[in-house]
């Protein structure tokens, strides 16, 4: 049974930085596309960066751009999101998902992990 499980939020000043993680399991971590999503409160869920199999491509949105760095470890089965110079609107619950190459949708989620960035 494939697993996604988040790991490393917290709460953080406005301009600190942390290290969000997510453990795979269960399924072929390497043939993955990797994503991490957040949801705030009374908000939809949104897209905040995805990385390629290979890690040969990475993607972001734009109110992320510059500030935080999506990477994977083929060998870990992990995926990580380094998140710096965070702003109060970053607070959310952050979610890492995997979806098949060819597929617009991801179809194994974690469990979120709660980030909660203080002014």
């Known amino acids: 049974q494939a697993q996604l499980v988040e790991s490393g939020g917290g709460l953080v000043q406005a301009g600190g930085s942390l290290r969000l993680s997510c453990a795979a399991s269960?399924?072929?971590?390497?043939?993955?596309?990797m994503g991490w999503f957040r949801q705030a409160p009374g908000k939809e869920r949104e897209f905040v960066a995805s990385?390629?199999?290979?890690?040969?491509?990475?993607t972001y949105a734009d109110s992320v751009k510059g500030r935080f760095t999506v990477s994977r470890d083929n060998i870990k089965n992990t995926v990580s999101l380094q998140m710096d110079s965070l702003k109060p609107e970053d607070t959310a619950i952050y979610y890492c998902a995997a979806r098949r190459p060819g597929y617009s949708q991801y179809d194994f989620w974690g469990q979120g992990t709660q980030v909660t960035v203080s002014s």
């Open positions: 990385i390629s199999r290979n890690s040969g491509s990475t």
């Open positions: 269960g399924l072929t971590f390497s043939d993955r596309f």
